[in-house]
């Protein structure tokens, strides 16, 4: 049946005079069927609105929850996109309003929307796998409703948004397309809902951190200025990824030291206080470990082996395996080397995660136990949450990534002052933001165990925002004992909640 549906397909496009004879053939019948029954995303923007409430710190706060589309336009008013969200609002005047998206790229906000700080989460808590009995969703009691508005966008191609008319994902599959499409979003709920006097953040995780640097220089071009930005787990400049650069091995290894310090690895006694230890082998990479991969095969023996020394009292990696890598361990063989001896892998998201490989000699690992763990549980729950609660009627398939056979994502990005860099560091952007917005407050969120956007990286690059000492005190950390999804962990999403809180009171000052 495929087969005849594509040949007259392909003869009608081969012969247009065809194409013009209001007789139809058994097959262009089947072809114009097929067309007609498939499910397309609406131009006409979508709602479906319930009414929800739910107890944070000990008052209960009620909340209308809309899940539904925006139309994004080009400059010319034609349509390019059905952007799907869900809003968490009170309904009260002048309060702020924080736009949370994931990363990817291409990515739906299944992640932020479900586990973070909505009304409602997916119960996880410990780093092991979620067993089908487990599934649960929640009232979540470190909601951030009681301080903000809440709208979770998923991105072109992903979840139920889809592109319009002529456009398809390679007209969004870039970093400044992307870019644009959420500031256009972001810009539509604006209009949409009166809230240009209302306090306005910006919520990305993972790749969304990068976006958030595009999407906030856009955003103050176009006249809308933010308060304030959340960074959770970080990643801004790509460029220290690129082969024959060594700062993403300096990048890499405070996050060794500190999934060292979790699983026991370390040869020596297990220092205390995890805190202290990261911050004596930040010292030490910042220094020597940064003078030995400077010098690269120039390196002398003695110190070589100095520092290969310190590298297994930080880690328990094997000297021979630490030199035969030349000081520089790569991601993947550093998550099979380190519990290769108890026969086990760890997470690249969250290296408190193991997994048993099926080849114990393995230099990487056969997939990674931190998403594997949740996502079963996060799917089940979200689809129906989306039904029961919240309402959502469509035929559209929800789409976890907008990735797909052939896909290709543009690295290519124009900072704000001009110039093309083919690999993105919107750092750039973030910092010619803060300096058009003097009032505008950054919040880097870091987990200890991400190893896919480590939080030493984070720290890199906004120190080489080189900005001057007044807006770089709009600049704040904090660290969590958790992986790259932070709220994973009951314990360490309570202590986060109660940080962005205090964050956001100090951003609204």
């Known amino acids: 049946m495929k087969t005849l549906l594509l040949a007259g397909l392909a003869l009608a496009v081969a012969h247009p005079a065809c194409a013009q004879d209001k007789r139809q053939s058994p097959k262009d019948m089947m ?14 923007e979508q709602a479906w609105v319930s009414k929800g409430s739910v107890s944070v710190k000990g008052k209960a706060i009620a909340y209308t929850a809309t899940a539904g589309t925006l139309t994004i336009r080009d400059d010319n008013a034609r349509p390019t996109g059905s952007i799907f969200y869900t809003a968490y609002t009170t309904g009260e005047a002048g309060r702020p309003v924080t736009f949370f998206y994931n990363g990817g790229p291409g990515s739906a906000t299944i992640w932020l929307h479900m586990g973070s700080f909505g009304p409602v989460r997916v119960k996880t808590d410990k780093p092991v796998y979620v067993t089908p009995d487990q599934y649960s969703v929640t009232a979540n009691p470190w909601s951030l409703i009681d301080k903000t508005d809440i709208v979770f966008i998923d ?33 539509r709920y604006v209009n949409k809902n009166n809230r240009w006097k209302s306090p306005k953040f910006l919520f990305g995780e993972s790749y969304g951190t990068l976006r958030s640097g595009a999407v906030a220089a856009q955003l103050e071009d176009r006249g809308l200025s933010l308060n304030g930005i959340v960074l959770l787990s970080t990643i801004l400049n790509y ?3 690129q082969p024959g650069y060594d700062q993403n091995y300096l990048v890499l290894f405070p996050g060794y030291a500190a999934t060292a310090w979790y699983h ?7 220092p205390a206080n995890i805190d202290a230890y990261v911050n004596e082998v930040r010292a030490w990479v910042s220094g020597p470990y940064a003078a030995a991969l400077a010098k690269g095969s120039n390196i002398s023996d003695a110190e070589r082996d100095v520092i290969a020394a310190q590298m297994n009292a930080y880690t328990g990696l094997p000297i021979d395996f630490i030199k035969r890598a030349n000081l520089r361990v790569d991601l993947q063989h550093f998550m099979t080397e380190l519990l290769r001896p108890r026969g086990l892998s760890i997470g690249r998201l969250d ?19 931190a998403s594997t763990a949740v996502t079963g549980a996060y799917v089940s729950a979200f689809h129906d949450y989306a039904v029961k609660s919240l309402g959502v009627k469509t035929e559209l398939p929800y789409k976890l990534s907008a990735r797909e056979p052939g896909w290709s994502w543009d690295w290519n990005h124009r900072p704000p002052r001009g110039g093309n860099q083919t690999t993105p560091n919107t750092a750039v952007d973030l910092a010619y933001t803060m300096r058009a917005n003097p009032k505008l407050k950054i919040l880097f969120l870091n987990g200890y165990y991400d190893m896919a956007t480590p939080f030493y990286g984070a720290e890199f690059d906004a120190a ?14 904090t660290y ?7 709220y994973l962990a009951e314990s360490e999403l309570a202590k986060m909640r109660d940080d962005v809180a205090a964050w956001f009171d100090e951003a609204l000052k």
């Open 31 to 44: 072809v114009a069927e097929a067309d007609a029954a498939t499910a397309r995303a609406p131009v006409d």
């Open 264 to 270: 026991g690895t370390l040869p020596g006694p297990k």
């Open 351 to 369: 290296a408190r995660y193991t997994l048993p490989p099926t080849d114990l000699n393995a230099d990487s690992p056969d997939d990674d136990p």
């Open 239 to 241: 460029g220290v990824r």
């Open 155 to 187: 991105a072109p191609g992903a979840g139920w948004s889809r592109p319009l008319g002529d456009k398809t994902g390679k007209d969004f599959n870039g970093v400044d397309q992307d870019a644009d499409a959420f500031a256009r979003a972001i810009l």
């Open 464 to 477: 080489h925002m080189l900005l001057p000492a007044d807006l770089n005190r709009n600049i704040k950390f």
């Open 480 to 486: 969590y004992q958790s992986g790259h999804m932070i």
